[in-house]
């Protein structure tokens, strides 16, 4: 069983930066993928990256060119550093791990095929 703690949340003002990480633990799949989502209140909760054992990665639209996901094999430990922030940033965001299988279903970055999840952390980007 994969165990997941996030940590970075925090406030900041339109324009700043919050670097996110994501600490696993327990067994961790030698082929996998991780990544971030995020959730606001009343919506849906959406992929914003996802990052594979070996390197490739995705990203929201949204995101793109604003937000970096990284990873550091030896510590088990994804990064998303988040540059550039709006306000429409802000929301809790979690972890996410799952098994890499031979299909694509990783980069669809849908919530519902990722089995492992962290607690989450609050971010809040001010105008």
């Known amino acids: 069983q994969v165990q997941l703690v996030e940590s970075g949340g925090g406030s900041v003002q339109s324009g700043g930066s919050l670097r996110l990480s994501c600490a696993a633990s327990?067994?961790?799949?030698?082929?996998?993928?991780m990544g971030w989502f995020r959730q606001t209140p009343g919506k849906a909760r959406e992929g914003v990256a996802i990052?594979?054992?070996?390197?490739?990665?995705t990203y929201a639209d949204s995101v793109k060119g604003r937000f970096t996901i990284s990873q550091e094999n030896a510590k088990n430990t994804v990064y998303l550093q988040m540059n550039n922030l709006k306000p429409e940033d802000t929301a809790m965001y979690y972890c996410?791990?799952?098994?890499?299988?031979?299909?694509?279903?990783?980069?669809?970055?849908?919530?519902?095929?990722?089995?492992?999840w962290g607690q989450g952390t609050q971010v809040t980007v001010s105008s």
């Open positions: 996410a791990a799952r098994p890499r299988g031979l299909g694509g279903e990783c980069w669809l970055m849908r919530p519902t095929s990722f089995g492992a």
């Open positions: 327990g067994y961790v799949w030698t082929n996998y993928c």
């Open positions: 990052i594979a054992n070996n390197g490739a990665t």
